[in-house]
């Protein structure tokens, strides 16, 4: 009985594993299907390459920084006011600079005097430099001892050391009366290039610290457009191409062209996406800095 019992144990054991390596077998071919066309996904483009596709992004221009203060002060004056063209180098304000210019003044007083004081210890030196020439010739005639020849040599020597310390004493005192000058440059607020002033942070009797904002300087040409696209188009768009721009800020949009700039040459990992920068070219009325653009990409393979 009890060997009836054990011989039917292992005949149903048996036929569980054959029915589970059986079972097993369709879940395996099943799968490989799936991995040989995971392949494929990484090769599709956007559908709207096909008939163009259309991105937006911010107008900007190369040009558009911030003016600051160079040197701490106090606003004497103030040149220019919001929406104001202004050229490269022009005054925009000014900040009190009579101390520097008192300064500047006898920083040039003292160079000049020390200009003079080295001419006079040049003569001086001529001279000690005849007199141990004609020592020279004493002794070579054996008329003086030797020990007045070396004190005539010694005292020239000694006179062209005293040259060179007032050489130097100079170039001291003209770095001096160069550093104010430049210091009294920076009480000049300049523009840096030729633009518009789109804000002025900064009013007449105002004291004003080292690095802070006085203007907001931009220029208004060359105009460009900034977009992203989706990573799958790298290498559908080249340097050089046109595309069409439409200001997204008009009730009638009006079509300007733009040659493209650059191109992202790697895709962005974290957002999938690729950089296109392009400049705009011939008129573009109604356009400017800040605002948002569509851009249109046709011919896309």
Partial sequence: MNRFFAATVIAVSLGLVVACSSSSVPS?????????????????????????????????????????????????????????????????????????????????????????????????????????????????????????????????????????????????????????????????????????VARRYVRAGESVIRDQKLFWVTATAPLRVRVTLPGGFIGQIKPGSTVSVFSSESTQPTEYRARVLEVSPVVDPSSDTIEVLAQLVGATPGLRPGMRANVRFSNLR
């Avoid at 911010?58 to 920084?65: F, K, L, T, W």
């Avoid at 020439?133 to 007045?148: N, Y």
């Avoid at 062209?160 to 000049?188: C, F, G, H, M, P």
Wanted: net charge negative.
């Fill in 28 to 196: 395996v071919s099943a799968a490989q299907p799936a991995a040989a066309s995971e392949p494929a996904k990484t090769m599709l483009r956007p559908e709207s390459a096909k008939n163009g596709f259309t991105a937006s992004g911010p107008i900007i221009v190369e040009n558009q920084v911030d003016v600051t203060a160079q040197r701490e002060g106090i606003v004497s004056e103030v040149r220019a006011e919001t929406g104001l063209p202004v050229k490269a180098g022009q005054i925009l304000a000014t900040l009190d600079n009579r101390q520097l210019t008192v300064d500047l003044e006898a920083a040039r007083a003292k160079t000049r005097s020390v200009e003079f004081d080295l001419k006079n210890w040049e003569a001086e030196a001529k001279v000690l430099e005849a007199d141990y020439d004609r020592a020279q010739k004493l002794w070579d005639a054996q008329v003086i001892p030797k020990e007045q020849l070396e004190h005539a040599k010694y005292k020239a020597e000694s006179d062209q050391w005293d040259v060179k310390r007032v050489e130097e004493l100079l170039i001291n005192a003209q770095n001096t009366e160069r550093s104010l000058a430049l210091e009294l440059e920076k009480t000049q607020i300049r523009a840096p290039f030729d633009g518009v």
